[in-house]
């Protein structure tokens, strides 16, 4: 891997792992959060379509569409389980589960894992990775575990995620086709689950999670842009490094408290988790 491609492989990095600490700061309902988010997405989307006269294929518009709407569905289950649990403990929750899913979606079906000893390989990085995340995530004895309901949102959440990812390079679609149809899709799913609640959803709300969405916009933009080069699962968990940001930025930017155990513990786990994302990394 050159410098040029790790630099690039850690601004999805920093754009995941700021988004649910935006979403936390810039307030407001998941519905409101995810509309907000897909506005941005679907500007740019828009404005990049018309500055590169991109021309599409309806095969490739509707894989790209149907991937935007399983951002959306993803993203909104993720949004409920940030409104009912702290960014430092939700995310890492959601980073592994995602990481496992992409992993070995990307394995088998992608067929990135080019031999057995790939795959072992791969696997054993997986699990040091979740015993990262398990270490982040420990609480000490008398405080509240994540509740069953957010890791169940979390891990709906993940599946979604992971369609998201994969489907475009499942029928090898890179680059500059997908912008446009996924951020319609991811529109179009956004207004579709927030339906019901249309008429409550407040406008300075969604308009305050515009911001929310840029961060997601640039960590999209350059995972897409790489993964042709890196590979789906290479670069899905290289960037997975957001799970550094959002912790520590959690801790730092909304005042997250942990005990002195806890600290050490995530400090520990962000330890191994890092060695285990480097390690599946390499295997490229």
Known sequence: MSI????????????????????????????EQLIGTTIAALLFGLIFSLTQQVTYQLSVFIICFLSGAFWAVGQYFQFRALEKAEVSKAMPISVGTQLAFVTLVSGIFLLEWTSVFVALLSILALAVILVGVLLVTKTSKGKGAVAKQVILFLCISSAFLMLYVTITSYFGIHGVQVFLPQSIGMFGGGIIISMKKINQLRLKAITRNIVTGSSWVIANTTLFAISSSLGVGVTYSFSQMSLLVATYGSIILLREKKTAGEKRSVYFGTLVYVVGVIGMSLLK
């Not at 988004?19 to 309902?29: A, E, Q, R, Y």
């Open 4 to 31: 040029h491609l790790l630099f690039l492989a850690l601004i999805p990095a920093l754009g995941w792992g700021m988004m649910p600490i935006l979403s936390k700061i810039m307030g407001g309902k998941s519905e």
